[in-house]
């Protein structure tokens, strides 16, 4: 074997040397990376919640630093404040409880060990918040399962897929949450952040879906971004209706004088915000009118049913209050910045508007498809598979409900673009092809093999008991 | 001399009146005491978590009450069954008549209906409860600096905004009367307490 020459050795050695001590140098030149948020655990918080607080710091440090920055840090209203159940609780997060047997773990022992639930509910909020839930679990949002499940024939008619629900309509109105014997979460039901999530508690709902983990903010909740995620689309697009609207606008260019942070009961139209948000109108207190997480107040008609109906006699779903009442209340909120010309004058124009929707358009189209069904001329065993029934469907269910909220809201192109104009467009198409098909007396067209209409059709128990 | 003869004539039957008063009220006493007593030792004796559970029904209540935080506690506490089921002793009139009541109708219901429904009894219990009835020794509510989630909740029932009365027991409710596998001593709890949260009424039920 040849002899390595002396210049070669040192050149390895060299190299060797640079490979060992690049660590160093490059922490040495991280001297600028971002800072950790801190968090002393100066207040009282029992050792199991000590736990908490540094195992999830390292190990969910974006979850931690969102609530770090919240009231509920700020109140010492740390992890197990809402996650804490008790022992034989049906929600326990089983899989958690491996961590507390890790030695690799600086908390991995035994002795923090407590039962904790993934999930925390609006039950769970209400220890705290109880006639926020109160009011919450009385509004379409808590209910919307039960509504959808009543109206709904995608669902009752099995015409989508249950994937299809999962991630589209659920996604917003939620899931029935279901835990298998081993304390998983059955992935069909969850991660859901849905409005009338039906949970394993019982409580209807997600405070979460406004609110969003784990900042629970109540400036988050005062944005129309906060609900944007759902109101929007060719459906219901509220927002696109406030964006459009002068209260849209004018939120846009002085949003960044709003005062969101202002505290519960003191946020001020005209002093805190220029124009409102959706919140401010549907949800915040203002003037003498006081807070109500029941989006349902206030409310005068129900814009999105079929046949526009006062909210008492919303048949899925019937409010216990009185429509004369609710109106009064959002005068009240409009006066704070509206005199009542302007106001009696905006709501003659609503009510106008919903007559005609129901009077001109969806009523005689209504009558005209009873009247092919109880002839026999449409099928209805199922429902979109044919097209006068999506016909029908678009008319209330996309523009007739773009016209009815984009007068409401005070959008123009919602009120008539988007909405009238279409409307009297499908008015039109659904009567020539239901005349054509009375005069023939042909039965209706059926699309065969209808696509991936697979979904249950079953009712869930949790909300319809047998 | 006539005045004095007919002093003595007027004098005799006020004296006898006296006298008759005074044999009516001791012979009172005599009828009114015994039975005074009869009902306070009554009341007295029928008044213990003992006595409650000479009733089968109630035995199951009274063993978790044996069990729970309210008899098991380091500063010695016992609340007794009567200081949360029925209005305080000092409310003489009250709690004589409730409890009168409330016996004669579980012995007549005991007898003439027999079934007894303890999820529908524990409903119509905590419907029956009073504030004041926790608020007798719970009276320091408001400042609990470790909680301050709790003091937020008390806050709103203490002061509540109209139409949105509570009840302690709509938040704390399976306190005492749930079902446990061991003696709960207060001082040992591992869990940090908390209240259960509103009471969810499931559909249907």
Known sequence: MRKMPLIRIIEVLVILSLVCALPLLTAAQQTNFPKVKQYRIERSIPPEGVACIECHRAATPGLFADWAKSRHANANISCLDCHLVQPGDTDIAKGHEQYYSRSDLPYGQEKYKVPIASIVTPKDCSRCHPDEVTQYSRSKHANTIEIMWKLDPWLNKGMNSDNERKTGCFNCHGTVIKIDEKGDIDPATWPNAGVGRINADGSMGSCTSCHTRHRFSVAEARMPEACDQCHLGPDHPQIEIYEESKHGTMYHAYKDEYNFNAAGGTWTAGVDYRAPTCAACHISGSGKVLTSHDVTERLSWETQAPLTVRPQDFKPFPAKSDWQTERNKMKAVCQQCHGNSWIDDFYDGFDKAIMEYNDVYFKPVKAKLDELYSKGLLDKTTFFDEHLELQFYELWHHEGRRARMGVMMMAPDYAWWHGFYEVKARFNEFNEEADHVLKTGEKAYVYPNYPNATGNTKRPVEVFPE | ?205
């Open chain 2, 1 to 205: 001399m006539k005045e004095a003869g007919t002093a003595p004539e007027g004098k005799k039957p006020a004296l006898g009146r006296a006298v008759k008063s005074v044999i009516l009220i001791v012979i009172g006493i005599l009828i009114a005491f015994p039975l005074f007593s009869i009902s306070y030792y009554t009341m007295v004796r029928t008044s213990t978590p003992e006595f409650c559970a000479s009733c089968h029904e109630i035995k199951p209540a009274v063993r978790a009450w044996r069990e729970s935080t309210h008899v098991n506690n380091a500063v010695g506490v016992v609340v007794d069954c009567m200081d949360c089921h029925l209005p305080a002793p000092q409310d003489m009139y009250d709690f004589f008549f409730a409890k009168t009541y409330h016996g004669i109708k579980d012995v007549a219901i005991h007898f003439l209906v027999g079934e007894y429904d303890r999820e529908k009894a524990r409903k119509s219990a905590y419907a029956a409860f009073d504030n004041d009835q926790c608020q007798k020794c719970h009276r320091n509510l408001l400042n609990i600096p470790n909680s301050r989630g709790a003091m937020l909740a008390h806050r709103s029932v203490i002061y509540a905004r109209a139409g949105y009365e509570k009840k302690c027991v709509d938040c704390h409710y399976d306190l005492v009367h749930d079902d446990k596998i061991a003696v709960m001593y207060r001082q040992y709890r591992k869990l940090p307490y908390q209240a259960k949260g509103l009471r969810v009424e499931k559909p249907g039920i």
